[in-house]
């Protein structure tokens, strides 16, 4: 049986016991404050060091408190989101459309990266790896980054399989390192063959390892993704919605917001956006249904 979209499902029915299970009621109030919750792209302790100074810019421009949490996957978020625990979320694209199937979060914005509102998932490889095509890709060992990540799972995945190589039976081995910097790291210790990312995580870890962009190279590239984006709970009042996506759009036109978008998740700002925004997200995970046997 195919594991894919079973792993996903599995991590999101696990994160639910985890998080009290079942979806949260409406609201008949908005909430006094308003938590945050975040992933990490990239390093930890660069996020740790960002998310106060985030909050404390949204909660200038709402006129309420905004508490930041980074949790440890897009599935442990959505499921704060569904239980009540966490109102708003920075999802990547897939993430944002796992949350909106299975708790109704809705979707408001999406992110401007480099003035472009999609990027491209990468396959890196070293370049004595020998590694030249998708066939040189049997029996090699493989890191995605998150089960529930656009870039880092769910486009790379078809994208393989599409190219005849089956992740579940044609690589030695494959694990979910857990951020895209980690995942490339993997490459450059000799844990991996071959790592996807978003393009190019390659230059955040030059300090990390100097000769990182002499030692490896792109081997592919996917088709275009969605950029991340921000989604909010269910039960929120469209006025406080409208609000928190004024508020992410104006943090985002500021010199010291763009800064901590940008260390944060590497965006300069956001745009307003719904749902419709990723309807290739949806066809691309559609596409993964169809290789999966339950």
């Known amino acids: 049986m195919k594991k894919a979209l079973l ?42 060091q960002s998310i106060n100074p985030l909050t404390d810019l949204l909660s200038g421009e709402l006129g309420m ?7 440890t996957s897009f599935t442990g978020v959505i499921e ?34 480099r003035g472009e509102s999609e990027y491209f998932a990468q396959y890196v490889v070293r370049k004595d790896s020998g590694i030249e095509d998708f066939e040189d890709l049997h029996g090699r060992t493989m890191a995605f980054v998150d089960p ?22 044609d690589f030695a081995e494959y694990f979910f390192a857990g951020a ?3 995942a490339v790291s993997a490459v450059m210790t000799g844990e991996v063959d071959v790592a996807v990312s978003f393009e190019d995580v390659r230059k955040e870890l030059v300090v990390e390892f100097p000769t990182i962009m002499e030692e490896t190279k792109i081997l592919a590239r996917t088709e275009a993704i969605p950029n991340d984006g921000v989604a909010v709970r269910p039960g929120l009042s469209d ?15 500021t010199d010291e917001g763009r800064e901590l978008l940008n260390t944060l998740y ?29």
């Open 7 to 48: 792993f996903v499902l599995v991590l999101l029915a696990s994160a639910a016991l985890v998080f009290g299970g079942g979806q949260q009621e409406a609201s008949e109030e908005d909430p006094e404050s308003l938590v945050l919750g975040m992933v990490p792209s990239r390093e930890v302790g660069r996020m740790i």
């Open 65 to 71: 408190p905004v508490e930041g949490t980074i949790l």
């Open 80 to 113: 704060a989101m569904g239980t009540g625990r966490v109102d708003i979320g920075i999802f990547g694209p897939f993430a944002l459309v796992l949350g909106e199937e299975r708790h109704g979060l809705e979707i408001i914005l999406n992110s401007i990266r």
């Open 148 to 169: 529930a990540s656009a870039s880092g799972y769910l486009f790379p995945y078809v994208d393989l399989l599409n190219n005849g190589i089956d992740p579940e039976t």
């Open 180 to 182: 895209h910097d980690g």
């Open 239 to 253: 006025e406080l919605k409208r609000a928190i996506q004024n508020a992410f759009v104006a943090v985002g036109e």
């Open 266 to 294: 590497n965006v300069s700002g956001f745009v307003p956006a719904d749902s419709e925004r990723y309807n290739i997200v949806r066809q691309t995970f559609a596409e993964m249904e169809e290789f999966i046997d339950f």
